[in-house]
């Protein structure tokens, strides 16, 4: 009875929360998950959810029945409208297909799916950043679709690896899929330049490849919904094959709800209405409807002007807090500590993460000896720091790059 089953490793990035929470240590801090947490390390429920969820619990026409196989209609059109914007062409003309979705991994997982068995490939894999989000490796073979890499991350200029990847996308088999990060690149915290895009853009055109976005931090790059959904409104405008997987994880603050949804941009209304039928098809054997309860929060959210205004609020408050640790890491490690090696990555990074440029023993010895918990790759969650540790992290860090 499966006594041939293999233990399997943990989860690189859930194992160090794990152990985090098992660490009795006083100083101990958690970089690893990207998580949010405010200036005292503890989870923000934002204001407008806890607003949402009174409206909710006193709404007495509320039930527990199925949604949709789809989801929840208000809910997907209004997510829908957030990506692409409301004027947007394949908003207006009805071309998008939106399926609610378990979070940004069931869209991950659900776009993967559709296009292993619907995408017309010459060469079926999916190409990856090198880095990229660990669980991009595990979803896609679990559905049949080999995956390859792109560069993308120079480790000399801790920056963007532009020429290289312009030349992946120029030497892939034409029609190849390519996922990219809306915004917020997820561990770098490099994104291209609009510049760039454009470039990028032109080569995917040329060569017909296919853009499968991966939107899991909108509003967390730049403080502002709209600006971080410009690389999926330019490639929209410019007619790039695309898919979104979109997920309110972050910037909701709705981690456990798993509010997510992926749209597929067909190309005519009646093209929609054939990939959505498809992927109610897929989406019944797997989920049979997703959960209620996080739609309607982001529903309300999104389709109420006063409780957008307010959630827009609450995502600056986040980023702004985001932004203001990045300064102090970067003031403590430059001015203070004088460590050793340029720190102006940390300022010039976006979005939730900061890739430090340290190495696995470097990374290695904050795990075992600080109490600090963050991926071997060097990432760090810089929501994990706040006013009270960002000196302690600082330490820290400067004794473990000296050795
Ligand atoms: C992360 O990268 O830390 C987050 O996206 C959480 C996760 O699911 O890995």
Not at 291 to 316: C, Q, T, Y
């Amino acid at each position: 009875r499966f006594e041939e089953v293999p233990l399997a490793p943990p989860d690189s990035i859930f194992k160090l929360t794990a152990a985090y929470k098992a660490d009795t240590h006083p100083d101990k801090i958690n970089l690893g998950v990207g998580a949010y947490r405010d200036d005292n390390g503890k989870p923000w429920v934002l204001p407008v959810v806890k607003k949402a969820t009174d409206i909710l619990l006193n709404d007495a026409t509320l039930d527990h029945e199925y949604l949709n196989i789809t989801g929840l209609p208000e809910y997907t059109a209004a997510a829908a409208r957030l990506i692409f914007g409301p004027d947007s062409p394949v908003i207006t003309e009805g071309r998008v297909a939106s399926v609610q979705t378990i979070s940004g991994t069931g869209a991950n997982h659900l776009g993967a799916l559709f296009l292993s068995k619907f995408y017309g490939w010459n060469d079926k894999r999916v190409y990856l950043s090198d880095p990229t989000w660990v669980n991009h490796h595990a979803i896609f073979p679990q559905v049949g679709v080999p995956v390859s890499t792109y560069p993308y991350y120079d480790p000399q200029t801790i920056g963007l690896a532009f020429p290289a990847f312009l030349d992946a996308l120029k030497n892939a088999a034409p029609r190849s899929v390519f996922l990219l990060h809306a915004c917020a690149h997820n561990p770098t915290g490099v994104d291209p330049t609009r510049e760039q895009w454009g470039a990028i853009a032109d080569v995917m055109l040329e060569k017909g490849h296919f853009a499968f976005f991966d939107s899991a931090y909108q509003g967390f790059a730049s403080g502002d919904l709209e600006n971080d959904a410009w690389a999926v409104r330019e490639f929209v405008r410019r007619n790039v094959p695309l898919l979104v997987c979109q997920s309110f994880a972050k910037n909701a603050g709705l981690y456990g709800e798993r509010v997510g949804a992926l749209h597929v941009v067909g190309a005519s209304k009646e093209a929609a209405a054939r990939i959505t039928s498809q992927l109610s098809v897929l989406a019944r054997a797997e989920i049979s409807n997703p959960p209620a309860h996080g739609a309607r929060l982001v529903s309300l959210i999104l389709n109420d002007p006063a409780l957008f205004a307010e959630w827009k609020r609450d995502i600056k408050t986040m980023a702004g807090r985001i932004i203001d640790m990045r300064k102090e890491l970067h003031r403590l490690l430059t001015e203070e500590l004088k460590t050793p090696g340029n720190w102006d990555h940390i300022v010039n990074q976006i979005g939730m993460f900061s890739f430090t440029g340290i190495n696995p023993t470097q990374s290695q010895a904050l795990v075992e000896k600080a109490h600090v918990y963050l991926t071997a790759n060097g990432r760090i969650s810089m929501a994990g720091l706040n006013s009270h540790n960002v000196r302690y992290f600082a330490t820290q860090l400067d004794k473990a790059v000296r050795g």
